[in-house]
């Protein structure tokens, strides 16, 4: 069935490997992030093989899915006050910067007879989740050491997703500064600091993480060998995720269109360039898919031309290869075409 992605679980298993060693030999615990896929089993799995004790996502729906995996599990998007019932259910930890959110969690968890771990999460200026403030978080500590049923396991921090801010061993090391302070003003232990997702392993790698920092939440670097700013980590596997179309039509045709040039199905002008006459492919994938930005074809002689709703139009006048009717045509994926493809139900998934 086409249009499909093959997942390339040896590459995926190669990831987790690799990043495992050298994180533990930093003393860092992972949380392999698994919302791309949407907690796909088959990739949970080979996650799991590799000795990563702890799954992350951010979806409840994914944690639906794993009831069966045992393993540690984090729900990364702070909860909706709407959730809670779910959360204390399906997960051991949560990410949260809330009083009020963390307060319902402590009510359910104690109807339940259960007991919820939480990171709290504090912003060093990306400017997503997290508190900001020194006394809000000393506010929330507090808060939260008289309430029953939750554990206050550390802090964390999230960078370079909203404000694009790069992590560094000075930002992070305030999350140190912050650990260190309610730890002796409270007199309690916070186990964890969370240092961050793929963008914080450079620091790692260049030696300059504060050795206080003892979890990363891995997910763009053990799916698709990527980092900061999407960036190829050396010594990963790349390319797990291929895309697969097929061809529904191959005829020459001239590269302007004739008649009188409104508005594109998505309500832009097009402008095109005098080449001639080319040969030109339609593949069955389109807009409700994926983005023409975010797929690039592995036969670098092919032009992407553009994309409707259901239709790709490809020039393959100077390909590569040789195309006919019924044949197939592979594509590289970025990050949002990876989500893009494995949210579509119209593209079946199939393991390599
Ligand atoms: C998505 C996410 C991650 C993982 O980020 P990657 O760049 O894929 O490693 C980590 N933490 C949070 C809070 C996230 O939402």
Redesign the pocket.
């Known amino acids: 069935m086409f249009p499909k992605v093959e997942i390339n679980l040896s590459y995926i298993k190669y990831n987790a490997n690799v990043l495992q060693k050298k994180c533990s030999a930093s003393g860092i615990e992972i949380a392999a992030?698994t919302?791309?896929v949407r907690g796909d089993l088959s990739v949970v799995n080979v996650i799991c093989e590799s000795g990563i004790k702890m799954i992350a996502d951010?979806r409840l729906l994914n944690f639906e899915k794993m009831s069966e995996i045992n393993m540690e599990k984090l729900l990364?998007?702070i909860p909706m006050l709407s959730q809670i019932e779910r959360v204390v259910d399906l997960v051991d930890i949560s990410?949260n910067s809330e009083i009020e959110t963390i307060r319902k969690i402590s009510k359910v968890s104690k109807r339940k007879g259960k007991t919820h771990s939480i990171i709290l999460m504090i912003d060093l200026g990306d400017l997503r989740e997290g508190i900001i403030d020194d006394s809000l978080i000393d506010y929330t500590i507090s808060e939260t050491l008289k309430l029953d049923n939750v554990k206050i396991l550390g802090i964390g921090t999230?960078l370079t997703c909203f404000g694009g801010v790069v992590p560094s061993n000075k930002n992070l090391q305030k999350l140190v500064t912050v650990k260190r302070r309610i730890e002796s003003k409270y007199n309690i232990k916070l186990n964890i600091i969370s240092g961050g997702?793929?963008?914080s392993l450079g620091l790692l790698s260049d030696n300059k993480m504060p050795k206080e920092v003892n979890q990363l939440?891995?997910?763009?670097?053990i799916l698709m060998g990527i980092g900061l700013n999407d960036a190829d980590i050396p010594g990963l596997k790349q390319n797990s995720f291929n895309l697969v179309v097929e061809i529904i039509e191959i005829m020459e045709k001239p590269s302007i269109p004739s008649g009188e040039i409104g508005l594109d199905s998505f309500g832009n002008k097009p402008f095109f360039e005098d080449l001639g006459i080319r040969k030109k492919v339609i593949c069955a994938i389109g807009r409700q898919d994926v983005s023409l930005e975010d797929i690039t074809p592995f036969d670098k002689g092919i032009k992407m031309l553009g994309m409707s709703s259901d239709h790709l139009i490809l020039d393959v006048t100077d390909a590569v290869n040789n195309y006919s009717l019924g044949g197939l045509i592979s594509f590289e994926l970025s990050y949002g075409g990876v989500l893009s493809v494995m949210t579509s139900d119209y593209i079946s998934k199939t393991y390599v």
């Not at 939440?217 to 670097?221: H, T």
């Open positions: 992030v919302k791309l951010s990364l998007r990410l999230n997702n793929s963008g939440r891995l997910g763009a670097s």
